[in-house]
C-alpha cells in the first residue's frame, strides 16, 4: 500500500501519593472483584504486543516463531478478560538481526487499523477514546497504536513519516529498539563517541512533542535518554521508559536493559513515568528479582526514590521476555503484583496509581 492509499484508509477507519502501610485499605482486594482488581480501577500497559500482531508470516504462528521472537502473555482476548482499559499494540521496526522496512511497519499498523475496523478495539487517539471504570457490557479496549524501533522512518525523511505515522493512529513511538540508529544509541552496545542524541534524533524528538506523541526512552543509551530528557523539560512534555527494571550496577551498559536510579530520575524530571516489568533477573542471594514480592519491594524502592507518580506498569506482554518472575504467565496474573504491592506498604490510591493513573496522566499531557 502506497503512501497515499494508506493515508486516505487511515482517516476513513479514524472516523468509523503517598507511600506507607494500609490500614481502611486492608480489605480492598477482597471486595468488588473484577478478575482480582476492584471495579474503577484504571488498568494501563505501556508496553506490549498483544497476540504478537507484529508477524508478517503466514497465519498461523508456528510454535517455534513464537518461542524464538514472542509469548503469549498479552493477547486480545485476555486484554478483555482482565478488563484492561488501555494496553500498547506496539509494532516493531527491527529484529536482532536486522531492520525492518517501511511496508513492513505499515503492514504491522493495518493489523491494528483492521481490528480496530471490526470493533475489536479503539485506537487511542485522544486520551477519551479509551474506556474508563468498569468494564460494560460488550467492552471494547483501547488500543495504545506504538512503534518500538524508528529505524524505517529513515534519516532525511523522518519527519515526513512520522506524520504519516500519527494520521494513521500512532501516538507512541520508542526511537531505538535492538540497534543504534540515526535516531541515537542503545543501552545494550556502548558507543564510541559518546552516544547521544543526533541531529535527526533532535529533530525526531521535537516533532513528536509537536504532533502530540508520547517519546518512549526504552532501550536508550544514557547519553541519548540525556539528550531527550532535556528537550522534555525545555518542552514541558513528559517521557516514559515503557518497561525496564532497576540495577544498582553503576556501570551496567552493554550488558543489560535495565535502568539505574540516576536515569529513572532523567525520566521523573520530566514529568514521566518509569514503567517495570515482570522479567527475572539473579545475581545472587541477596540481589534478585524472581518473585512478586520482589517485583513489589523494587517498585517500592523506586516509588521512594523519584516518587509513586513517576512509577507505571509495562509488561512486554508477547515481546518474548527471556524469564518471567515466579507465577507470571500473563497480565492475567497481575493482581498477584497489586497483592504483594499492598503487602510491602502501599495504599490503594498508590497501587491505582501504578496500574493505570500515572500513565493517564501522561497520555492527557502529550496526546490530549
Given at each position: 500500500?502506497?503512501?497515499?492509499?494508506?493515508?486516505?484508509?487511515?482517516?476513513?477507519?479514524?472516523?468509523?501519593?503517598?507511600?506507607?502501610?494500609?490500614?481502611?485499605?486492608?480489605?480492598?482486594?477482597?471486595?468488588?472483584?473484577?478478575?482480582?482488581?476492584?471495579?474503577?480501577?484504571?488498568?494501563i500497559d505501556a508496553h506490549a504486543h498483544p497476540d504478537q500482531f507484529y508477524y508478517l508470516g503466514p497465519e498461523p504462528k508456528p510454535q517455534s516463531w513464537i518461542d524464538q521472537f514472542g509469548d503469549e502473555s498479552s493477547t486480545l482476548?485476555?486484554?478483555?478478560?482482565?478488563?484492561?482499559?488501555?494496553?500498547?499494540?506496539?509494532?516493531?521496526?527491527?529484529?536482532?538481526?536486522?531492520?525492518?522496512?517501511?511496508?513492513?511497519?505499515?503492514?504491522?499498523?493495518?493489523?491494528?487499523?483492521?481490528?480496530?475496523?471490526?470493533?475489536l478495539v479503539k485506537i487511542v487517539r485522544r486520551h477519551e477514546d479509551m474506556p474508563h471504570g468498569g468494564p460494560p457490557e460488550g467492552f471494547i479496549p483501547g488500543a495504545i497504536l506504538s512503534l518500538e524501533g524508528a529505524t524505517p522512518?529513515?534519516?532525511?525523511?523522518?519527519?515526513?513519516?512520522?506524520?504519516?505515522?500519527?494520521?494513521?493512529?500512532?501516538?507512541?513511538?520508542?526511537?531505538?529498539?535492538?540497534?543504534?540508529?540515526?535516531?541515537?544509541?542503545?543501552?545494550?552496545?556502548?558507543?564510541?563517541?559518546?552516544?547521544?542524541?543526533?541531529?535527526?534524533?533532535?529533530?525526531?524528538?521535537?516533532?513528536?512533542?509537536?504532533?502530540?506523541?508520547?517519546?518512549?526512552?526504552?532501550?536508550?543509551?544514557?547519553?541519548?535518554?540525556?539528550?531527550?530528557?532535556?528537550?522534555?523539560?525545555?518542552?514541558?512534555?513528559?517521557?516514559?521508559?515503557?518497561?525496564?527494571?532497576?540495577?544498582?550496577?553503576?556501570?551496567?551498559?552493554?550488558?543489560?536493559?535495565?535502568?539505574?536510579?540516576?536515569?529513572?530520575?532523567?525520566?521523573?524530571?520530566?514529568?514521566?513515568?518509569?514503567?517495570?516489568?515482570?522479567?527475572?533477573?539473579?545475581?545472587?542471594?541477596?540481589?534478585?528479582?524472581?518473585?512478586?514480592?520482589?517485583?513489589?519491594?523494587?517498585?517500592?524502592?523506586?516509588?521512594?526514590?523519584?516518587?509513586?507518580?513517576?512509577?507505571?506498569?509495562?509488561?512486554?506482554?508477547?515481546?518474548?521476555?527471556?524469564e518471567s518472575i515466579d507465577g507470571y504467565g500473563s497480565i492475567l496474573d497481575l493482581p498477584k503484583l497489586a497483592e504483594a504491592m499492598e503487602k510491602v506498604g502501599f495504599k490503594r490510591r498508590d497501587i491505582e496509581a501504578y496500574m493505570?493513573?500515572?500513565?493517564?496522566?501522561?497520555?492527557?499531557?502529550?496526546?490530549?
Amino acid at each position: 500500500m502506497n503512501r497515499r492509499n494508506f493515508l486516505k484508509c487511515a482517516a476513513v477507519l479514524g472516523v468509523s501519593v503517598t507511600l506507607g502501610k494500609t490500614s481502611a485499605y486492608a480489605n480492598w482486594l477482597t471486595n468488588g472483584k473484577r478478575n482480582g482488581f476492584p471495579q474503577g480501577m484504571l488498568l494501563i500497559d505501556a508496553h506490549a504486543h498483544p497476540d504478537q500482531f507484529y508477524y508478517l508470516g503466514p497465519e498461523p504462528k508456528p510454535q517455534s516463531w513464537i518461542d524464538q521472537f514472542g509469548d503469549e502473555s498479552s493477547t486480545l482476548e485476555e486484554i478483555k478478560e482482565l478488563g484492561m482499559q488501555g494496553s500498547s499494540f506496539s509494532a516493531i521496526g527491527d529484529t536482532p538481526s536486522s531492520p525492518l522496512t517501511w511496508d513492513q511497519v505499515i503492514l504491522q499498523i493495518e493489523k491494528v487499523i483492521t481490528l480496530e475496523g471490526k470493533g475489536l478495539v479503539k485506537i487511542v487517539r485522544r486520551h477519551e477514546d479509551m474506556p474508563h471504570g468498569g468494564p460494560p457490557e460488550g467492552f471494547i479496549p483501547g488500543a495504545i497504536l506504538s512503534l518500538e524501533g524508528a529505524t524505517p522512518l529513515g534519516g532525511s525523511t523522518v519527519l515526513e513519516n512520522l506524520g504519516i505515522l500519527y494520521e494513521c493512529g500512532v501516538r507512541l513511538i520508542t526511537p531505538m529498539h535492538y540497534k543504534a540508529n540515526d535516531i541515537g544509541y542503545v543501552m545494550t552496545e556502548i558507543p564510541s563517541n559518546g552516544g547521544g542524541l543526533t541531529v535527526i534524533g533532535q529533530q525526531m524528538v521535537e516533532r513528536m512533542m509537536s504532533l502530540g506523541m508520547i517519546v518512549d526512552v526504552a532501550h536508550a543509551y544514557i547519553d541519548t535518554l540525556d539528550g531527550i530528557a532535556e528537550i522534555a523539560c525545555i518542552d514541558g512534555v513528559p517521557i516514559i521508559d515503557s518497561h525496564t527494571s532497576l540495577t544498582h550496577r553503576e556501570n551496567p551498559y552493554g550488558t543489560t536493559r535495565l535502568r539505574t536510579f540516576k536515569e529513572m530520575e532523567m525520566v521523573a524530571e520530566t514529568g514521566g513515568v518509569v514503567c517495570t516489568w515482570p522479567m527475572e533477573w539473579y545475581v545472587d542471594e541477596s540481589h534478585h528479582r524472581t518473585s512478586f514480592l520482589d517485583w513489589a519491594k523494587e517498585n517500592l524502592e523506586i516509588a521512594r526514590r523519584i516518587g509513586i507518580e513517576h512509577v507505571g506498569l509495562g509488561t512486554d506482554g508477547g515481546g518474548g521476555i527471556p524469564e518471567s518472575i515466579d507465577g507470571y504467565g500473563s497480565i492475567l496474573d497481575l493482581p498477584k503484583l497489586a497483592e504483594a504491592m499492598e503487602k510491602v506498604g502501599f495504599k490503594r490510591r498508590d497501587i491505582e496509581a501504578y496500574m493505570g493513573g500515572n500513565l493517564l496522566r501522561v497520555i492527557k499531557k502529550c496526546i490530549g
